[in-house]
Structure formats: structure tokens, C-alpha cells
């Protein structure tokens, strides 16, 4: 049995979800999707 604080069960749940992210981007990027441009976003932004 392995026992561990709540932090730091909490900080590897957060890096397990942020390389499974990763992951999903990757594949996307794969798959020939570009995302969206710096200047798309801004546009967006300052519409708000």
C-alpha cells in the first residue's frame, strides 16, 4: 500500500490530465488540424 498527501495525489491527477491532453492535441495535429491563429483570437477577444 502506498500513502501519499492529498497535494501531491492531486498534482500527479493534474499531470495525468494535462498529458492526456497533450495526447488529444497531438492526434489532432496529426489529423491536419491547424487551431486557431493569435490573430483569430485577439479578434475575438476584443469583440467582447
Known amino acids: 500500500m502506498v500513502v ?3 497535494a501531491t495525489w492531486e498534482l ?3 499531470r ?3 498529458h ?3 495526447d488529444e492535441d497531438e492526434a489532432d ?3 491536419g488540424d ?3 491563429t ?3 483570437v485577439r ?3 476584443e469583440r467582447r
Request: no cysteine.
Open 4 to 6: 501519499m498527501s492529498m
Open 12 to 14: 500527479q491527477q493534474a
Open 16 to 18: 495525468a490530465e494535462l
Open 20 to 22: 492526456q491532453l497533450l
Open 29 to 31: 495535429v496529426r489529423k
Open 34 to 36: 491547424r487551431g486557431v
Open 38 to 40: 493569435v490573430g483569430a
Open 43 to 45: 479578434k475575438l477577444l
